[in-house]
């Protein structure tokens, strides 16, 4: 769901009508210029928030989502200056888990190249992946760009520099993704990540 709301400068909570738990939500002031791309994820929890816009590792605030995890309704905005300003107006782009369609969650790299495996339920069409504990990229790998594995074509969402390939090199599979390379925006060793994937075609519509 795209929710816009207005700030009020104190702890707000926000109809988002998707009638189930949000898992991933991106923010953006539509009135601030400096304000960052704020992001809830649920394997962070509502403790936690990362920038979209920036490779940080995720911050520990109260004042991103007031500690307070959301719910089938509402989602809660602490005394978050970039995202709940009085009078200024932010978008918010909500989305859960659909088995068989979308997945967001969270792995431990080990940093080889033939063995982290991270099930979906469905072949991905699109992935991103970003470490949470670790100051790295937002990886972005499509089956578009690089229609076949050994996929090693992807895009950084916080960075503003072209398609890179090599290093970071995954294959889209039946039923989630593998890594072939150890590579730290995705794979590295004891590096924890959160995943954002969509599928290719649902299970529920796919082909014999």
Known sequence: SIVNFQGTGSVITVGHGLGSV???????????????WGTYHSSLGATKSTYLNSSNLAATNSVFFNNTEPTNSVFTIGTWSDMNTSSKDTIAYCFSNVEGYSKFGSYTGNGSSDETFVYTGFRPAWLMIKSYDQTRNWTIFDNKRTPFNLMDGHLHANA???????????????????????DADSNYSNFNYIYLAFADQPFKYSNA
């Open 22 to 36: 949000p898992d991933f939500i991106i923010l953006k002031s539509r009135d601030i210029n400096s304000s960052q």
């Open 160 to 182: 503003s520099v072209a398609e890179q390939t090599g290093e970071d090199e995954i294959d889209f599979l039946s039923n989630g993704f593998k890594f072939r390379s150890g």
